[in-house]
């Protein structure tokens, strides 16, 4: 059973959607499964798999006439694609949703994603064969708010790849230079969008520094910009922090491990996350979590972070205050983190979809 998996994402900066795409394919891959990919560019790294080049960058070719051609020419049982699913297919049509943050908080996003995300969403989840998503909290919310039947619906948990792992100085240090930054730190990833919640993480830092409770870390926010985004920098000034926050913009996926791994602590204050990825990433490489206590994230990071309510400000101060401070809750939630990440692999979450490739071919063989 060919698998034709959509990879136009690769090599685009596409943050969330690239990291999913890479790690399917590395777990396909762990199965000893060689499938074929559909991508932009003839030279982005997708391991053992078949590239086909997809000969145009409408996104709407793309999906109306290109990747079916594509899954005919080589013989594809599936397509599997992020988002949306082409309208008609000659084979099964498997459609990965991250998230439904559009639908429940709409205003975090432009008018054009949000016509965009309410077509292709909306019409590939009816049409195509099986949805996969990353946590039961993304299950729960297709079912409330689209209606999806939950027996069309898999559960795949992501993980964090192998590249995610401590680091000594030797190691870190590099990046650190390289990014200008002195340690201690303490980061958080994300693009720059309202639900990443970072404004008021801003806020926080600001009542950390002033109460003297940032142990002397300045907070690194780590993220580009896509959509609809906070200016967070005049935020900052606003706020006097220009010596107490340092804003990197995109960071090439290689540099990442190394900012994980040198920092003091991973601050992850998300209002909607459908999985939260990098909860896993800064805990596989030994950097105690503390987290918004909102959506998928208690799922994704158990008994391994430490957690505060995302709207509560003086709470999210508390909370982080309390973990830069002791040495010995930082120590004890290394050891969980280390832990927790080791639950999840993408070989795992390959299986899982595979299972979900298999169903979703014998309900297309049954139509």
Known sequence: MLVLVDGHMLGARETGNETYVRGLLAGLEDMGRRDAVAVRRSNVDIGVHYPVLL????????????????????????IHSTYAAPPRASCARVVTVHDVSFLAYPEWFTARDLAVLNAGVRFSVRRAERVIVPSTHARDELIRLLGVPEQRIGVTPEAADARFRPLDDDQTGPVVQRYGLERPFVLTVGNQQPRKNLGRLLQAWKMLAAAGHDGGCRLVIAGGHRGRRDDLASLAAALGLQQHVLFLGYVPHEDVPALYAAAEAFVFPSLYEGFGLPLLEAMACGTPVVSSNATSLPEVAGDAAVFFDPLDVSGMVTTIGALILDDGLRAALRERGLRQAARFSWKACAEATVSVYEEAVREHGSA
């Open 55 to 78: 000969p145009r960058r409408s996104d709407a070719a793309r999906l109306l006439a290109d990747l079916p051609a594509a899954a005919r020419s080589c013989g594809a049982a599936v």
